[in-house]
């Protein structure tokens, strides 16, 4: 194990939330899960971190030994549907590996440079999780050492709770784990405290648990094959109505093709959306422009839908699947039947695509994508080097079930507009998990956006949904406060107590 007891280099001290304050008490890289019992058992308080891309301050150190996992980063195994990996390996790593045998793993987080374990820590979702779910619905089995040197081998199935709780042999002796008695939102996507269900598997307990409960150093996720061939659309939309139609339908479409396996069925796996604001802003940083794509005046939204089609699609066949679309008597297809759809809302001729294997397309789709956080994110950071180094990013993580979407949007509005700031939403519409962001032009702007947010959260909940939805709580003390809001402070206690005695106090 490398180990260095002087301060971290400032790389080390924040997270992509760039969260401020960071410091620690030195780092070490262990290379072993016996690297890692030795640091839990001799330093008084450790922070575990992988890429930290961590958008809450979660990987951000305030006086931990920081554990960085970047030397456990080996892929373990790759049978036919599972893959083991240790927790540094890195999203991008894992498909490519799997991608030589024609595998893949479909939960995949927007940003594929997060490591293994970030990803199950957080139970990380994305832009797919409307066909294929979190994190945790891949995770098959997991290696955890708890804080007092306990190396728990955990199998899903193995381990469940009854009563209640927990019943865990340690290297001190047994314990026993309280379950929350909280009811989680019923959601898609969730990252909102420990998880907690009637006879649940302790898998899942430390699945999205932000690291808090133990060390992760190896998983084994299951994996799908053969992969898909995927056409992107690039779908403007004039009006938001006609685009929470468009999607409906395409939803609709979707699920019912899951269940009969038509194999000219419509199968969008995502559907993410960037309001009119998002948009304004890839037309003022020349994004559009750069990447080829068109957003006409007056669009009120655009949609940009990740389509699956068989692994024998390619290019060729997929232009001939678009042409018979336009003809009354083409053959039925996946492609033909979508381009139809698109046709009946309207907004066909407008709607560019990306064919499978179009890599430099496909990659100009999802710059486009990009353009538009990045974009926020360039605000922010020039209004707090000019205006005030106060301001910080004010965004939100919510996720309410698809049909409370309309309304969802409506608050975001009426509650910035309320308070007079500027605002981009976008987000993953086909799960219902959008990002509302403040763009501030004062610290004070910064201020009525917290404030918005814990508004939102409680309008969120009322709907069904859940104010803390793929990115976790972090050190964020608005996330905090929306965890709070969502359990109340029984809650929060009962979540204390389950990691006191899992640090066998």
Known sequence: MTDDSRLPTVDWLEDAAHFPGGHAAGIVFPRTAADVVDVLVSAASVLPIGAQSS?????????????????????????????????????????ERLAEAGAWFPPVPTFTGACAGGIVATNAAGAATFKYGSTRDWVEAMTVVLADGTVLELQRGAHRARDGRFEIETTH???SVPVPTYL??????????????????????????????????????RTLSPAPNIVLAWIPCAAEAQGLALVKALRDASMTTWQTGAPDGIDACAIEHMDRRSLEILREDGAD?????????????????????????????????????????????????????????????????????DRRRTADLLAVREAVPAGVNQRISTAKRTIDARIEKTAGDMVVPFDRSAEMMDLYRQ????????YAIWGHLSDGNLHPNVIPRSFDDVVKGKDAMLEFGRHVARLGGCPLAEHGVGRSPVKQALLQQLYGHVGID???????ALAGR
Do not use: W
């Open 55 to 95: 958008l809450t301050g979660g990987a951000t150190p305030m006086g931990e030994v920081i554990l960085a996992t970047t030397k456990m980063a080996h892929i373990v195994d790759a049978p036919p549907g599972r893959i083991t990996v240790e927790p540094g390996v890195t999203v991008a790593a894992m498909q």
């Open 173 to 175: 002796g047994r314990i």
């Open 184 to 221: 989680m939102p019923q959601v898609a996507k969730r990252s909102a405290g420990y998880y907690a269900a009637a006879n649940m598997d302790l898998v899942d307990l430390f699945i999205g648990s932000e690291g808090t409960l133990g060390v992760i150093t190896q998983i084994t996720f």
């Open 289 to 357: 422009r750069r990447n080829n794509v068109s957003v006409p005046e007056g669009t009120a939204l655009a949609l940009l839908v990740q389509l699956e089609l068989g692994e024998e699609t390619d290019a060729a066949e997929a232009f001939d699947q678009i042409q018979g679309s336009l003809e009354s008597s083409g053959r039925a297809s996946a492609l033909g039947n979508f381009c139809r759809a698109l046709d009946r809302a309207g907004v066909l001729a407008d709607t560019e695509l990306a064919l499978p294997r």
């Open 415 to 422: 509650g910035f507009e309320a308070r007079g700031v500027d």
């Open 494 to 500: 009962e979540m204390r107590a389950v990691k006191q």
